[in-house]
């Protein structure tokens, strides 16, 4: 299996919506029964989101607490439906502008271009400074 660094058109997209802020842009790539989970979240947190709905509700919180920012040392696989991006995340915290490196590993699986299934395994302890 070999890799890019180019992102998916499709994700890319995606990514700059985020970093607009623009939750509606980000969603665009959900089937309306897209699964999202976090298998590595701690006891007590959302470990599992079913429906386009479930996901709109958990990212539409996120602008107020981080400014998503480019992603650097980009990796993709692609076999099939299924995409593996890994990346890290160079934010910023909106209360004080501090910035917030976050470690991204992606297992999506896809239908054409919608998403039908992530798996995040982005360290949830990254967020504790958020």
């Given at each position: 299996m070999s890799h890019t660094t180019a992102l998916p058109a499709w994700f890319s997209r995606a990514i700059q919506a985020l970093q607009a802020n623009d939750i509606d842009g980000w969603m665009s790539i959900y089937?309306?029964?897209a699964v999202h989970e976090f298998?590595?979240?701690?006891?007590?947190?959302?470990?599992r989101l079913e429906?386009?709905?479930?996901?709109?509700?958990?990212?539409?919180?996120?602008?107020?607490?981080i400014r998503f920012g480019p992603l650097s040392d980009v990796r993709v696989r692609q076999v099939d439906d299924e995409v593996i991006i890994e990346a890290t995340g160079h934010h910023r915290?909106?209360?004080d502008d501090a910035p917030v490196e976050l470690e991204y590993v992606w297992f999506?699986?896809?239908?054409?271009?919608?998403v039908f299934h992530i798996r995040?395994?982005?360290?949830?302890?990254?967020?504790s400074t958020v």
């Open positions: 089937a309306q029964d298998p590595f979240a701690p006891p007590g947190a959302v470990r429906g386009r709905g479930a996901i709109l509700e958990y990212m539409s919180h996120l602008p107020n607490s915290r909106v209360d999506i699986t896809v239908r054409g271009e919608e995040d395994y982005m360290n949830p302890l990254q967020l």
